[in-house]
């Protein structure tokens, strides 16, 4: 009997915990150092990324290794508007990125949700290095090897540089991935989500009870994109550079990991997940260079050892402690 | 004519990857770094002894490094998750193929190392009133060798039966007594080896260089995805249209030759979804 | 009576294998009947082309005076069929309540919201406790569908078929893989519900004592083919068609 991937819970921690995470969340630039400031922001960035990936891959059972891509699309998106176009207006532009991103995805997504398993993760795979090629062939525009510098957008007539401004910027950053995490909640509580999760355990029930299991995994395919595109067109400006290395599988490998590690199981891991794993990554890659090696050698680990990350032991604990079940 | 060496190198790793699916149900999506590997091994064998003929032991010895550390990767890693869903064979080979990738830039360096006085010393002789280069045409050949002593193995020799019958149901076979988990073991070893040797076989005609994992497992991916996955015979097949399309898209359209293999494979997976030889009806 | 059902030489062919041969029956409101025949003969493919999981190769499929051949399983289930499966098929890491009540929102049109909480859904809520109620499976509502027992799991499955307040409904073994004692209960629980709504039933059984305690008629099939059709009765004195079902089932 092979032993299928599960998830278990929509879960949240206590209402107090929640408060307490917020209100941490809320005073990080109090810090007053600007490097927390973009690690965090970096850190919101990959959360919210994880988040839409996980409704892609913990609730609907798809593993993709295409979602690099989309995140490159958003990203890129924003660098060719503010940069090659002069385009400012920097919700404008994270809102066309978002929509540019979500287009080509659904168009995507329909392709890739017609194969099953290890079929629609190597179709996104190889979307992904499609489009990491053509990004080289299409130097012109993209400026193949070198990347796009992001040339700061406009935020209600302030030039919004996140380098002279990294508060705003998280702040902003934060917002986004509030309203990101709420509409997380809706979607994966609602009975579209509950469908998700049918299809994930069984689509040929799911169909035989009247879903229309093929249609729905498209829209949480495109959903997912729109959470990535976000996510790449929030990081451009914070990094001032695109570069294609951001379509390459081995980025997709970073939200993957990062779901992982929080936890695909639950709602809060991979929140937690791109968290940990974007504060993680930074200290690492500042002792060595080895980063893709540590990053395989983890995504090994995890795999092997610890399937259910963070937060879904820590809930696996805690249930087994006999504390407030879980639904 | 490119095209048939194209083909041919193509042959022999999408082989090796379709072979691995087929018998141990594992898309190894490490393979393109084996291929990768192979072709490190064999340009610094291949540096080493440049001025000796011995140089050609360069090959099989870079096809038997690979094959050695596919095993072993095997043994470690891959046999714990044979029973665990798809998911978990995915991730783990690449979370692999990312640790491989990288250990083979730390221990060679980011510098693509060329061989290319190799390829050049076999000369070239007259193929249709063109000179060719003789060493793609030993590599054709010698891909045409290596795939009819597959083909033997396969269906005359008793591991061959074994390995087909593991290949066509696992539970069927451990219950008349084949070890099924040491056909798996093999079925690495091969199917690594042919994607080391393919790897090394290229190495002079281009280079060992490093993204050459990801291009490899993406082109032997289109392969199997045309000629149908666990079949050695699609994996030629789909190999030469490949191949083909490769060169005649190189000699006509550069910007295009890319877009065509997906155009092709798009294509393919619309209109028959299991391939030209495929079993397996995939579609969701 | 009229005929909700009706199949006009339904054949299907795996390569060169002829599953179902020229399979042509019907089925009148609100019966009961049941199809048997040994293992192999075709039953789960006729009932899988019947419920849109496959098409037929030649032939058609008639429901409601609608030609329903090869249409997909969702829309067919929109229709007013519905499904249950003989290897279990429930959506295991969702809770029995979950179970059903995602079939009461397919069936309701509401599984599409995106946005609206399920749990202030209170008429879904309150029809799938009904429905668990009817089965027996109310008390086990928050447990996750794989920890029930082998008997409630199929049971669910069925359940979930009812949500969908078929008018007609595909049940395939319900009662395979349950001890003996169990089965009565299931069966006449099932049967409670079909008669009480006037749902027309096609259920494949192996089990003769279930098949001839609630028939209304007996379809018996064999190497793809529809040998015997008719009452109780005449199946069971039809010599021939015992030496059929006891030589190879």
Redesign the interface.
Known sequence: MKTKVNQVTNRLPSFIGIIVSLVGLFCIPMLGSSYYDFLFSLALIYSIWALGYNLLFGYTGLLSFGHGAFFGLGAYTVAMLVTKFSFKPFLPVIGIAVLVTTFLGAIIGYLCVRYTEVYFALLTLAFSMFFYALVFKLYYWTGGSDGIGVRPPDLFGLRFSAIEYPAYYYYITLVFFLISVYIGWRIVNSPFGKALQAIRDNPLKAEAIGIPVRRYKWYAFIISTAYSGLAGALYAPLFGHVVPDLFHFSLAGEVLFATLLGGYTTFLGPIIGGIVFTVAKRYITAVTIYWPLVLGALLVAVTLFFPQGIVGTIYSLLRRTGAKGGG | MDGLFYGSILYLVASGLTLIFGVANILNLAHGAFYMLGAYVAAILIKLMINTPYAVIAFPLAAAVVGLTGIAIERGFIKWIYEKDYTYQLLLTFGLSLVLSDVVRITFGTEPIYVTKLYAHAGAIDVLGNPYPVYNLIVIGLAFLIGCLLWAMMSKTRIGKVIRACALDREMSEGIGINTSRVFALAFLIGTALAGISGALVAPQSAAMLGMDADALIQSFIVIVIGGVGSMKGALIGALIIGLIRAFGIALFPEIELAISYLVMAIVLLVRPQGLFGREYRAA | MKEILTTENLTKFFGDFKAVDSVSFSLHEGTITSLIGPNGAGKTTLLNML?G?IRPTHGKIYFMDKDVTGL???KI??MGV??G?QLL???????TL??V???V???MG??????????R?RE?YQKALEILKTFGLDEKK?L?ARDLPHGDKKLL?VA??F??EPKLILLDEPTSGVSTSEKGKIMSTIEKVIRERGITALIVEHDMDVVFSYSDRILVMHEGKLIADGKPEEIKSDKKIESVLLGVG
């Open positions: 419920s999981v997909p399983p969702h289930v929109k519905a499904r499966f098929c429930i959506c295991n890491n969702l809770t979950d179970n009540r995602i079939a929102l397919s069936h509401r599984i599409r919201r995106v946005f609206s909480p399920i749990d859904d879904a928050d996750l499955d979930m078929a949500a969908l």
